[in-house]
C-alpha cells in the first residue's frame, strides 16, 4: 500500500465537463412553484431574477454539460485541487482506517464557492447583466462572488446576514477588497427588510432574510441586475461536481475506493460536489460507497425537517421547492457558532435522502469543534467551523472502524478553512460555546407556516 500523502493531479487532468445527478437519479423532481401562485414556475417569472443561460442549465436533464472554456481558465488558478491522506490524523487516532481528505480550502477566497460563482458570474456577464445580488451568511459565499464579478468586470451587492457582519468584519472587508458592496441585513434599503426592522429592530438576520433582500433588489432592477444563490439549486450542485469528478482520479491514484463519502450540509453543495460523482458509480457501475451527509443539530433540515414544498426564503419572493426543511421562518439559535444556517437543502438532495440513497447525521458543535481542533493539530490546517461537522463524522467512521478491527477508505471535503472564523475558534477555546440541540418545539413552531400545495 502506498504510504505518499498527497495526490496531486495536472492542469490538463480539470474536468472539461460538469456531472448532473438528475440524468441518473432514480427519483424524478418535484416542480418548481412561483412563490405567488403557488403553481409550476414558466421560464419568464424565473427569467426575471436569474438569467436564461442559467435557467436552462437548471432545468437539463442532460448527464454532462461542458465547462466553457474562460472558467476552466479561471478554474485552472487554483484547480484540480489536491486529495491529501491524513496519516498524522490516521495515528494520532490509532485507526485501521484510511482518511482521505479533498483540500478545497485552497482556492483563493478560502471555500468551495469559487466553482460555482465563476460559472454563474460568466453565465450572467454572456446574459449581458450589468450587476449581481446575492446574500451571505458566514461569508464565504460573498467573497467568491465577490472575486468572480470582479473578474467578469461587473457590480456586486451583497446582503450579508448581521449576525455575520458584526462577528466578521474581516469577510466584509475581503468582499469590498474585491470590489463588491457589502450591506448588514436586514437593511433599510428593501421593503422586506423594512417590514423585519418593523417588527424586530434588533433582528440578527436570517439567510432567508438576507436572500429575500437581495431578490427583492434584482425583481425591480428592470434587468439590468440578477441575484445569484450559492448552494441548494441543481445548476450549483452541477458546477460542484468538479470536485467529486477529480476526487476520483485521485482515489484511483492512490489505488483505493472509498468506502465511505463525507461533507458537511448547509444547502448541500460541497457535499453534493463530491458525493454525487460517487453516487454515479453506485447506480451505474455498482459501487456501494456510503454517501453521508452531516449537519448541525442546531439546525437539522434533514434529520430533523420535514420534506414538503416550501418558500427557499423569508419574504416568500424566491420560488417554492419541494424539500427537507425546518420552514422558511426559521432562525437559527444565535448559540449556534457553526455555520450551516438555512433553514432548507437542495432539492436533488432532499429526493435522493427521502429515497434512501444518502444517509445524514446530525452532531453538536462542543464535539465539531473538538474534531476541528483535532485536525489542525495534526494535519495543520485550520479548518472552517462547516467543514469541521465533515471531520467530526470522519473521525468518528475512524474509531468505529478501530473498534470493530476493520479497514475502511473514508473520504471526506475539506470545504473550506477557518482563518475569518477566529471568533468562533476563540468562543470554543474560551469555553463558552453551548451545546443547543434544537428543540421539537421551536420546529414545530417555524414549520407552522408552510404553503399549502396540492400536488
Ligand atoms: C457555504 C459553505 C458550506 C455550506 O454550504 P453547502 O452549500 O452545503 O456546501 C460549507 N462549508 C463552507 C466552507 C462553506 O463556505
Not at 451568511?137 to 457582519?165: D, T
Not at 460541497?270 to 453516487?279: R, V
Amino acid at each position: 500500500m502506498s504510504e505518499q500523502t498527497r495526490y496531486i493531479l495536472n492542469e490538463s487532468d480539470l474536468p472539461r465537463r460538469w456531472y448532473n445527478i438528475l440524468a441518473d437519479s432514480p427519483v424524478k423532481p418535484a416542480p418548481v412553484l412561483n412563490p405567488q401562485t403557488l403553481e409550476p414556475v414558466t421560464p419568464d417569472v424565473l427569467s426575471v431574477i436569474f438569467p436564461m443561460n442559467l435557467i436552462e442549465q437548471e432545468v437539463s436533464l442532460d448527464r454532462y454539460i461542458d465547462i466553457p472554456e474562460e472558467v476552466r481558465e479561471i478554474y485552472k488558478l487554483w484547480r484540480p485541487t489536491p486529495l491529501i491522506r491524513a496519516h498524522r490524523l490516521e495515528k494520532v487516532l490509532g485507526t485501521p482506517a484510511h482518511i482521505y481528505f479533498k483540500n478545497e480550502s485552497v482556492s483563493p477566497s478560502g471555500s468551495h464557492k469559487p466553482n460555482t460563482a465563476v460559472p454563474q458570474a460568466y453565465y450572467n456577464k454572456v446574459a449581458g447583466v450589468k450587476a449581481m445580488t446575492t446574500e451571505t451568511g458566514a461569508g464565504q459565499w460573498g467573497s467568491a462572488l465577490s472575486m468572480a464579478c470582479n473578474f467578469f468586470g461587473m457590480g456586486l451587492e451583497v446582503y450579508m446576514v448581521r449576525a455575520s457582519h458584526d462577528l466578521k468584519p474581516y469577510r466584509r472587508i475581503l468582499m469590498q477588497s474585491y470590489g463588491a458592496e457589502v450591506f448588514a441585513s436586514p437593511t433599510n434599503l428593501t421593503d422586506c427588510g423594512r417590514a423585519v426592522l418593523t417588527q424586530d429592530p434588533d433582528c440578527p438576520g436570517s439567510l432567508g432574510i438576507a436572500i429575500s433582500e437581495a431578490v427583492e433588489v434584482a425583481v425591480k432592477s428592470g434587468g439590468l441586475k440578477k441575484y445569484g444563490l450559492g448552494s441548494v439549486l441543481n445548476h450549483v450542485m452541477i458546477h460542484q461536481s468538479v470536485i467529486g469528478e477529480e476526487a476520483l482520479k485521485q482515489m484511483d491514484l492512490a489505488g483505493e475506493y472509498p468506502d465511505v463519502v463525507i461533507g458537511c450540509v448547509g444547502g448541500g453543495s460541497n457535499f453534493s460536489g463530491i458525493a454525487y460523482p460517487f453516487l454515479r458509480e453506485n447506480l451505474k457501475n455498482g459501487q456501494r460507497t456510503r454517501l453521508v451527509a452531516v449537519e448541525p443539530d442546531a439546525v437539522p433540515s434533514l434529520t430533523q425537517g420535514v420534506y414538503t414544498f416550501d418558500y427557499g426564503d423569508t419574504a416568500k419572493m424566491a420560488p417554492v421547492v419541494k424539500m427537507h426543511t425546518l420552514g422558511h421562518t426559521f432562525v437559527p439559535p444565535s448559540i449556534h457558532a457553526g455555520g450551516l444556517r438555512y433553514h432548507g437543502m437542495a432539492p436533488s438532495l432532499s429526493a435522493l435522502y427521502d429515497a434512501g440513497l444518502i444517509q445524514a447525521v446530525a452532531v453538536p458543535q462542543n464535539a465539531t469543534f473538538d474534531a476541528a481542533l483535532l485536525f489542525a493539530r495534526t494535519e495543520g490546517i485550520l479548518p472552517a467551523p462547516e467543514s469541521a461537522h465533515a471531520i467530526r463524522t470522519a473521525i468518528d467512521e475512524a474509531l468505529d472502524a478501530k473498534e470493530k478491527g476493520e479497514k475502511r477508505v473514508i473520504l471526506f471535503n475539506l470545504s473550506g478553512h477557518g482563518h475569518f472564523d477566529l471568533a468562533s475558534y476563540q468562543m470554543y477555546l474560551s469555553g463558552s460555546l453551548q451545546d443547543y440541540a434544537l428543540p421539537a418545539e421551536t420546529i414545530k413552531a417555524s414549520l407552522s407556516d408552510l404553503p399549502e400545495i396540492s400536488l
